[in-house]
């Protein structure tokens, strides 16, 4: 299972190292991971686990 928000479905994006610029003209390719944390969302009357992306977390307990 791919690491992605398990409320907006965010994941992972691709990029270019900021490091391998200047002079060198070769771009590094890297991959910007997601900021996922474990946060417990309520489903029926149990609440389940799930690995959730920070924006998600600070608009779940904003709403709540």
């Known amino acids: 299972m791919a690491r ?25 390719h890297r991959r910007y991971a997601v900021n996922l944390h474990p946060f417990k969302i309520p489903q029926g009357k149990t609440l389940v686990t799930a690995q959730v ?8 307990r904003k709403s709540a």
């Not at 992306?53 to 779940?60: F, L, S, Y």
């Open 53 to 60: 992306c920070t924006r998600c977390v600070r608009t779940q």
């Open 4 to 28: 992605s928000c398990a409320l907006c479905g965010k994941t992972s994006m691709g990029g270019f190292n900021s490091q391998s610029s200047g002079m060198n003209k070769v771009r590094a």
